[in-house]
């Protein structure tokens, strides 16, 4: 089974990819170097259960975790994961769906991923819009400066937004 969770931050991606992994022998695959970061599925997970690479699992796992799809399209490193998903075995792929960053349109790379998927589940935001306090269709993740260059667009300084705020309809409250 293949199956994809998608949604801003906060919309319980990570509780998702957890819940489905517990009694499965799995292997994440982190190659976009996030081990570091305080918020991600890396700190509730079994760190030894972590790789760069699957050709550094020791093991032959059941199923086989990516989180952070999104990233792997700003990174450039997209071939990765359609490597992976060569690979008969269970995936895991969680992510962000909107491009919060650029140009608050999808991602690109669910366009590819998703003919290979299962199942594709959409989260909804936990947390209201950040800019003006909506709990309604909060779809979007982007940075809290807005001119950001590349390198910084990972890290824990983003917010929620709904989409009337992205459409330029709701004032700050
Ligand atoms: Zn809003």
């Known amino acids: 089974?293949?199956?994809a969770f998608l949604?801003?931050?906060?919309?319980?991606?990570?509780?998702?990819?957890?819940?489905?992994i517990r009694d499965k022998d799995y292997a994440i695959?982190?190659?976009?170097?996030?081990?570091?970061?305080?918020?991600?599925?890396?700190?509730?997970?079994d760190r030894n259960r972590i790789f760069s690479d699957i050709k550094?699992?020791?093991?032959?796992?059941?199923?086989?975790?990516?989180?952070?799809?999104h990233l792997y399209q700003v990174l450039n490193k997209e071939e990765l994961i359609f490597?992976?998903?060569?690979?008969?075995?269970?995936?895991i792929l969680a992510g962000i769906y909107f491009d919060?960053?650029?140009?608050n349109r999808p991602f690109e790379i669910w366009n590819k991923i998703f003919p290979h998927m299962d199942e594709i589940f959409f989260l909804k935001s936990r947390v209201a819009c950040g800019q003006c306090g909506s709990?309604?269709?909060?779809?979007?993740t982007k940075p809290k400066v807005i001119d950001a260059v590349e390198t910084e667009k990972i890290g824990d300084h983003?917010?929620?937004?709904?989409?009337?705020?992205v459409e330029g309809g709701c004032p700050p409250f």
């Open 29 to 45: 695959i982190d190659c976009v170097n996030s081990r570091n970061s305080d918020r991600d599925l890396n700190n509730l997970a």
């Open 7 to 20: 949604g801003p931050m906060w919309s319980r991606k990570t509780f998702k990819i957890l819940s489905e």
């Open 83 to 91: 490597s992976l998903l060569e690979r008969d075995c269970d995936f």
């Open 56 to 69: 550094y699992v020791p093991f032959i796992p059941e199923t086989i975790v990516i989180d952070e799809v």
């Open 158 to 165: 983003y917010i929620n937004v709904c989409s009337a705020c």
């Open 1 to 3: 089974m293949k199956k």
């Open 100 to 103: 919060g960053y650029q140009n």
């Open 135 to 140: 709990l309604k269709n909060v779809f979007y």
